[in-house]
């Protein structure tokens, strides 16, 4: 960078990491051209389905829990801004078998930031959501303030805002350059002064030697049920986001989000997966295990039918911490990934700490160093 000329970036992959990433680049004064191969929150993107939760409980990883309510600020500025919702303020509970370690700990993070959580007994539970079968469960944990994210409509309106405010959207297949100021877009060399590489579950293809280890892609369902005709217990305005940890085999869902269906996922991780060529067809499997799920704890759903499926991929790290970082040796190219499930709700803060690490050096917390990836998959992270 030199003088009074404006810097550039490109920013790589328009799921929601890069999208905030150019946007605050964009804010930060530089020309941002943000590319994608397949479209903003394409089908086979991590950020392209339906809804997310987003939510402040994350046990003793308070890092997020800070990430996810500054998070929640910029996404409801987005949607306010947005004709149609981005953010269904529904709540988000949490429920256990007891009062395990991690709610221990998502109680002593709120306390300690003096956040609102409310904290629910069976019998508590029970009368306030009978729609739900508490048996077995002691303890809940609700957050009335967090709820459910459009994940596709909010990451396409936020590139929409991006191009009205002067930022630059192409479609384009990407492949890195011999320095990290150059780039190639459909083979075409692009220069400039800073390269993001956002490329979600993409990313350990893009760079093989550094992340093919690193970053295990997973295969996710997810599926749809219609609740009971003429039954309003399933909508937001009745039924929050959830989380049934289930004694550490966990299953979360939401309600019926503008008419989609009631949403439900085993989140344990699945086989391994290839984003290009992976199958998106539901397994049987699957299936019957949501089913099994369903009837146990929400009866009135058990005979009800599926109405939509997705399969999707979770593009985890060693254990679940993001990777921002710059590249270790292409310098001016920069390392943004590792969303492992959880990615979406911090999208903002994500694309923030991305931005302040290429304008002004600014290092993130070192757990989202390159450095602190692993080439084992132990989640830790929840
Ligand atoms: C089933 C499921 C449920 C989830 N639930 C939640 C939840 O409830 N709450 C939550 O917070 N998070 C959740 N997540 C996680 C969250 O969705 C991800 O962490 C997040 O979407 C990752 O975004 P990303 O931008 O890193 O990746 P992506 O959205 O995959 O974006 C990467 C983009 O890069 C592009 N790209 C890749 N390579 C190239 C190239 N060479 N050239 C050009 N473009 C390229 C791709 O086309 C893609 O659009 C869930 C994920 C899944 C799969």
């Known amino acids: 960078m030199s003088g009074s000329r404006q810097p550039r970036a490109v920013v790589i992959g328009a799921g929601v990491f890069g999208s905030w990433t150019a946007e605050h680049l964009r804010r930060a004064g530089w020309r941002v051209l943000l590319v994608d191969r397949l479209g903003a929150a394409n089908a086979q993107a991590s950020s392209g389905g339906e809804s997310r939760l987003t939510r402040a409980n994350y046990g003793p990883d308070e890092i997020y829990t800070r990430m996810a309510l500054r998070s929640l600020a910029e996404w409801k500025r987005l949607s306010d801004a947005s004709a149609l919702p981005l953010f269904h303020s529904h709540g988000v509970l949490f429920f256990f078998n007891e009062l395990v370690e991690y709610a221990r700990a998502c109680i002593d993070v709120h306390e300690r930031l003096a956040l609102p959580l409310e904290v629910l007994d069976h019998a508590a539970l029970a009368a306030r959501w009978p729609q739900i079968d508490f048996s077995g469960i002691e303890v809940g944990l ?44 459909n083979g075409e060399q692009v220069s400039c002064d800073a390269v993001v590489y956002a490329c979600g579950p993409w990313l350990g293809k893009v760079f093989p030697d550094i992340l ?56 344990a991780h699945g086989p391994a997966f290839d984003p290009d060529s992976g199958d998106r067809r539901m397994s049987e499997e699957g299936m019957t295990t949501l089913r099994a799920f369903v009837a146990r704890r929400f009866p009135s759903l058990a005979a009800r039918p599926f109405t939509e499926f997705r399969v999707c991929q979770y593009e985890n790290s060693s254990n679940g911490d993001f990777l921002i970082d710059r590249h270790p040796t292409l310098e001016g190219a920069y390392l943004l990934g590792g969303g492992s499930g959880h990615g979406f709700k911090h999208g903002p803060e994500i694309g923030r700490a991305m931005a302040e690490l290429v304008v002004n050096g600014t290092v993130p917390d070192t757990r989202f160093a390159l450095a602190a990836k692993e080439a084992i998959h132990n989640r830790t992270v929840v």
């Open 142 to 185: 609700y957050e009335a303030a967090f709820g459910g994210l459009m994940a596709r409509r909010a990451v396409q309106e936020l590139v929409r805002g991006f191009v009205n405010r002067g930022g630059e959207y192409r479609l384009a297949f990407a492949v890195p350059g011999s320095t990290g100021h150059e780039v190639l877009l």
């Open 212 to 267: 093919g280890e690193r970053i295990f892609v997973t295969r996710q369902e997810v599926a749809f049920i219609a609740p009971p005709e003429g039954d309003s217990r399933f909508e937001p305005e009745a039924l929050p986001g959830w989380a049934d940890f289930n004694g550490g085999d966990m299953y979360y869902g939401l309600p019926n989000l503008e008419g989609r269906g009631f949403k439900i996922a085993h989140d």
